[in-house]
Every structure is written in C-alpha cells, then in structure tokens.
C-alpha cells in the first residue's frame, strides 16, 4: 500500500524552517510522510536536533523521507577533483544522517548540482564526461547505502534544470552503468510532463526501478487543480507495475524567497497562498489523490 507524502517547503518560501512545525502540518494535513532537504545540522550529524526531530516525527506518527539537490560546491560530476571529492563526502554524510533518522530512501539529483546555470554553451560531448564522473562519483558512495539497506533515487529533471539525468531511458542506464540494486529512480511529474512523450508509458518502462514519485500538476499546483496531466492514466500505469513507494505531493504556488527564485515561481499561482489556504487547498488535493489511488 502507498503512502503519501507532502514536500515541507509547500507552505512557506524558505528552505531553512522549523521543521518541526511542518512535520505537525503535515499530520494535520492526513499525511503519512514528510518529505525533506536534510538541514545542515543532519548532514553536520549534530545527534541532539537530529533526535528532537526524530521524536517530533515518531509523535505525530509521520514517517520521513530526503530529498536534496546538491550545491555547485558538491558537484559529483564536476571536472575539477576537489569538487568531485566534496560531493562525495557530502553524500555519505546525508546517507549516515538518514540511516541515523531511520529513514529509508535519499533521492534528488544526487550525481551533479542544482538548479544548474546555463553560463557557457554545452556540448554533447560536455553531457556525456559530466555523465561518466557522475556515475563514478555515485559508485563510490552507493556501497554505504547498501550497508545501510537505503534507496539512493536518482531524479530525472527538466533540460532547464540540469542536463545529465533528463528522462526514464536516461535514468534507467544511469541507474544500469552505476550497477547496484539500490540505485532507483524518482520520477517527478512536473518535469516529465516536459521530457516524456507520454508520463504513464515512463512509468511502465521504469518498472521495478520506480522507488518514489513527485506528484503535481504541470504548472506545480496541487494535484487536481488543473486539466493537462493525465491523473487517472498515471494512476492505472502505477498500478500495472505495483507501484508501493512513496507518492509526494511537491507544489510550489508562491512567488518570492528562495524557494520561489530556485523554483522559478515568478507569480502567485493560488489566489490566496497565505498558510492558511495553503493548507486548506492541501487537503483537498490529498482527498483527490487518495481516491484516485483507491
């Protein structure tokens, strides 16, 4: 049975919050699970807050979950060694972070950094070395995420985004070249509503490799405001390979703070995005989402 999950960063505009307040949200929302940026105090392993939020989430009966797209200083796919060499050690910081949470699963774009900037003209041959040292860098890191039994999903994401990892086919000889059982795939349905002819077909080919899913509409409002992603046909191709990982909801209404400018939120897209609607609208969207899972 899948359970649902909601990004914490849905109700406000900042990445560094009280995490805690937004584990209680979600609880009162009717989610099963959060979905987090690890803060820096879990990839600094500072045990003491990583317990606090521990017990917050145990009390409220919400399971966490991590997702992280890394900095340029901590890109795994860099040219320059150091850099390389950064990511990797920041990676195996979030892995023993979530292993010490208890969570099961790290996904985003864990081979490179995000959001990417366009400085220079890329070319093919650019993609395919940034590639190469991508899959590398992960094939140092994933033994750690083996011993510890965690999911290492790596997210496909819009050619505006980051250019390595873009579609399914990529994801799966991504996932195939770095050669563990525990490289999977975290689709996300805003940005395959760009790179894939057809969201349910993706889902079919990715098959046994689809670890986690990011759910919203195409726009990134809640799932069932809008009218171009085909719900009930995601819904049926999930079912067909018995999908049974997480399913986040991961909107972004708001314009303005980081999460707007990194998420290229230009305009409000609700009309009322004060905590309050938001959390009203997100409730709804969950009741919409349940009933079309059944």
């Given at each position: 049975m899948n359970r649902f999950g909601i990004h914490y960063a849905y109700w406000g505009d900042q990445w560094e919050v009280d995490m805690c307040e937004r584990v209680r949200l979600a609880a009162d929302a009717g989610f099963d699970v959060l979905e987090?940026?690890?803060?820096?105090?879990?990839?600094?392993?500072?045990?003491?807050?990583?317990?606090?939020?521990?017990?917050?989430?145990?009390?409220?009966?919400?399971?966490?979950?991590?997702?992280?797209?890394?900095?340029?200083?901590?890109?795994?796919?860099?040219?320059?060694?150091?850099?390389?060499?950064?990511?990797?050690?920041?990676?195996?910081?979030?892995?023993?972070?979530?292993?010490?949470?208890?969570?099961?699963?790290?996904?985003?774009?864990l081979y490179s950094w995000w959001p990417y900037l366009y400085e220079k003209p890329l070319t093919?041959?650019?993609?395919?070395?940034?590639?190469?040292?991508?899959?590398?860098?992960?094939?140092?890191?994933?033994?750690?995420?083996?011993?510890?039994?965690?999911t290492y999903a790596i997210e496909m994401v819009n050619r505006f985004e980051q250019f390595v990892v873009n579609n399914v086919e990529e994801g799966k000889r991504f996932c195939q070249e770095i050669g563990s059982p525990n490289a999977k795939l975290l689709l996300d349905v805003f940005h395959a509503n760009i790179e894939e002819d057809s969201i349910p077909d993706a889902i079919r080919s990715a098959g046994p490799l689809l670890a986690h899913i990011h759910i919203s509409e195409n726009n990134r409002r809640l799932p069932g405001t809008g009218k171009n992603i085909p719900w009930e046909e995601i819904a049926k191709a999930l079912k067909e390979i018995d999908f049974q990982g997480r399913i986040v909801l991961e909107p972004f209404v708001a314009a303005g703070g980081p999460v707007g400018n990194d998420l290229r939120i230009w305009r409000n897209l609700d009309g009322d995005v004060s905590k309050e609607a938001r959390h009203k609208n997100l409730k709804r969207s969950l009741k919409f989402v349940r009933e079309l899972m059944g």
């Amino acid at each position: 049975m899948n359970r649902f999950g909601i990004h914490y960063a849905y109700w406000g505009d900042q990445w560094e919050v009280d995490m805690c307040e937004r584990v209680r949200l979600a609880a009162d929302a009717g989610f099963d699970v959060l979905e987090v940026t690890p803060p820096a105090y879990m990839t600094n392993l500072e045990k003491d807050k990583m317990d606090q939020l521990k017990k917050c989430a145990q009390d409220h009966g919400i399971e966490m979950s991590f997702c992280i797209g890394f900095p340029r200083s901590k890109d795994m796919a860099s040219s320059d060694l150091e850099t390389r060499k950064a990511g990797i050690e920041h990676s195996k910081r979030m892995i023993e972070a979530v292993h010490y949470m208890g969570g099961k699963i790290l996904s985003g774009i864990l081979y490179s950094w995000w959001p990417y900037l366009y400085e220079k003209p890329l070319t093919i041959q650019d993609k395919l070395d940034c590639w190469k040292r991508g899959v590398e860098s992960v094939q140092e890191v994933i033994p750690l995420a083996e011993d510890y039994g965690i999911t290492y999903a790596i997210e496909m994401v819009n050619r505006f985004e980051q250019f390595v990892v873009n579609n399914v086919e990529e994801g799966k000889r991504f996932c195939q070249e770095i050669g563990s059982p525990n490289a999977k795939l975290l689709l996300d349905v805003f940005h395959a509503n760009i790179e894939e002819d057809s969201i349910p077909d993706a889902i079919r080919s990715a098959g046994p490799l689809l670890a986690h899913i990011h759910i919203s509409e195409n726009n990134r409002r809640l799932p069932g405001t809008g009218k171009n992603i085909p719900w009930e046909e995601i819904a049926k191709a999930l079912k067909e390979i018995d999908f049974q990982g997480r399913i986040v909801l991961e909107p972004f209404v708001a314009a303005g703070g980081p999460v707007g400018n990194d998420l290229r939120i230009w305009r409000n897209l609700d009309g009322d995005v004060s905590k309050e609607a938001r959390h009203k609208n997100l409730k709804r969207s969950l009741k919409f989402v349940r009933e079309l899972m059944g």
